[in-house]
T-cell receptor
Framework: ETGVTQSPTHLIKTRGQQVTLRCSSQSGHNTVSWYQQALGQGPQFIFQ???????GRGNFPPRFSGLQFPNYSSELNVNALELDDSALYLC?????????????FGPGTRLTVL | AQTVTQSQPEMSVQEAETVTLSCTYD???????LFWYKQPPSRQMILVIRQEAYKQQNATENRFSVNFQKAAKSFSLKISDSQLGDTAMYFC??????????FGTGTSLTVIP
């Protein structure tokens, strides 16, 4: 166990809907990163938050957005869901957005878009 | 942009034997970090081993070791004395100095009893 939790475990939505995924980081970790892992692929970096501000973003459209809260929790929001958004969404927390710091991953949320 | 390539989608090894997983990467940065993560069927990613690019000495963690060739941009993982619990997806990852990860597509390793 890494001490990082995510909810819900599974989620089914329909195309066009909006979804919010939640992550609880390890205590003291003020950096959280979100990844999308399509079936059979490696995780793709969505964005990173540090002290409640976005601190880097991968090649994802603006309908992917996030929030980070002072209590070490965070959210990933996806608007106007598309079929290709079906994936495992992972969050990972770390002490700081500095290279070399280990990222601790949660178990993921499996999102299915119908 | 950073890219990470794992050319072995699937591998298998007999229990107690040694196996090597390959990884190459492409970057224009001179300082960075490389990782191997393990993702068992339960899905939670677990750190296996980490290598700082500025260190020439290869990292070792018990039965796990790496062969880091910076000039060739190669970072392979060797698992010695393979155990059934080593069965998992293994991801090679590049981390830049901002702490952002770029993963390969993974190698599915099966340890055969």
């Amino acid at each position: 166990e890494t001490g990082v939790t995510q909810s819900p475990t599974h989620l089914i939505k329909t195309r066009g809907q909006q979804v919010t995924l939640r992550c609880s980081s390890q205590s003291g970790h003020n950096t959280v990163s979100w990844y999308q892992q399509a079936l059979g692929q490696g995780p793709q970096f969505i964005f990173q938050y540090y002290r409640e501000e976005e601190n880097g973003r991968g090649n994802f459209p603006p309908r992917f957005s996030g929030l980070q809260f002072p209590n070490y929790s965070s959210e990933l929001n996806v608007n106007a869901l598309e079929l290709d958004d079906s994936a495992l969404y992972l969050c990972a927390s770390s002490l700081a957005p500095i290279g070399g710091n280990e990222q601790f991953f949660g178990p993921g949320t499996r999102l299915t878009v119908l | 942009a950073q890219t990470v390539t794992q050319s072995q989608p699937e591998m298998s090894v007999q229990e107690a034997e040694t196996v090597t997983l390959s990884c190459t990467y492409d970057t224009s940065e001179s300082n960075y970090y490389l990782f191997w993560y393990k993702q068992p069927p339960s899905r939670q990613m677990i750190l296996v081993i980490r290598q700082e690019a500025y260190k020439q000495q290869n990292a070792t963690e018990n039965r796990f070791s790496v062969n880091f060739q910076k000039a060739a941009k190669s970072f392979s993982l060797k698992i010695s004395d393979s155990q059934l619990g080593d069965t998992a997806m293994y991801f090679c990852a590049f981390m830049n100095l901002d702490g952002q990860f770029y993963f390969g597509t993974g190698t599915s390793l099966t340890v055969i009893p």
